[in-house]
């Protein structure tokens, strides 16, 4: 008589478990919620690449102007707007077109 009562028993019990188990997967914290956490790692990973490259490209800019004194007077030049004597510069206005 015992048999039956300690198969019922089990049965709920695995019952309950697989019942909190589907619970707890739907729940915010269960898949939805990795699916979401993924994701988001996925766009922070892309962010960090980019700003990688964009930290070597500053980088190599910064390496051409220490070591080419004709890029850095064409920086000059254009930043500050100078001109050697003789040249004509041309400043065309985008914003009104």
Same mark, same amino acid.
């Given at each position: 008589?015992?048999?039956? =009562? %300690?198969?019922? &028993? @089990?049965? #709920?019990?695995? %019952?309950?478990?697989? #019942? @909190?188990?589907? =619970?707890?997967?739907? =729940?915010? +914290?269960? #898949? $939805?919620?990795?699916?979401?956490?993924? &994701?988001?790692?996925?766009? @922070?990973? *892309?962010? +960090?690449?980019?700003?990688?490259?964009?930290?070597? *490209?500053? *980088?190599?800019?910064?390496?051409?102007?220490?070591? +080419? $004194?004709?890029? *850095?007077?064409?920086? #000059?030049?254009?930043?500050?707007?100078?001109?050697? $004597?003789?040249?004509?510069?041309?400043?065309?206005?985008?914003?009104?077109?």
């Amino acid at each position: 008589m015992k048999l039956p =009562s %300690i198969k019922t &028993a @089990y049965a #709920i019990i695995v %019952i309950l478990g697989v #019942i @909190y188990a589907f =619970s707890v997967l739907r =729940s915010q +914290n269960g #898949i $939805p919620g990795l699916l979401a956490r993924r &994701a988001q790692v996925r766009e @922070y990973e *892309q962010m +960090n690449q980019r700003l990688h490259r964009e930290i070597e *490209q500053k *980088q190599e800019r910064i390496h051409r102007l220490q070591d +080419n $004194p004709t890029e *850095q007077e064409f920086e #000059i030049r254009q930043r500050l707007k100078l001109a050697k $004597p003789g040249e004509k510069i041309f400043i065309i206005d985008n914003k009104n077109q």
